[in-house]
């Protein structure tokens, strides 16, 4: 199916029964009806859940692509990046919560106006 015929059914849906309330296209693509602020973001990598969980857990990895600064330390409870290249980079936000190497990271975020579970 085509975007165009997806959002032609949609459209229709929306028509006939109201259950579809609003599309929105932003840089991430199609998203579905907005209820709240929660943005709940799913992709897919084409690398091992190892080789990601380095990605986002080695500070060199780490500042390499995604932040110009970044102190991390999971054995210590430390996940820390900043930088002019993260949201609200003027210092580290974020908390560790959870790690299991190679399976599972999660920690969060301070930005305004409250802390965000990555």
């Not at 003027?90 to 802390?115: E, H, K, N």
């Amino acid at each position: 199916m085509v975007i165009g015929d997806l959002t032609d059914r949609l459209r229709q849906k929306r028509q006939t029964d109201g259950s579809v309330r609003r599309i929105m296209r932003t840089p991430f693509g199609w998203m579905g009806p907005v209820t709240d602020d929660r943005l709940h973001l799913r992709v897919a990598i084409d690398a091992t859940p190892p080789a990601v969980f380095k990605a986002l857990t080695d500070p060199d990895d780490l500042s390499e692509w995604f932040a110009e600064s970044a102190e991390v330390d999971v054995d210590a409870n430390m996940y820390a990046f900043w930088g002019r290249y993260a949201p609200q980079g003027d210092q580290p936000r974020q908390q560790l919560v959870a790690a299991t190497p190679g399976s599972l990271l999660r920690y969060t975020w301070s930005l305004d106006p409250a802390p965000s579970t990555v």
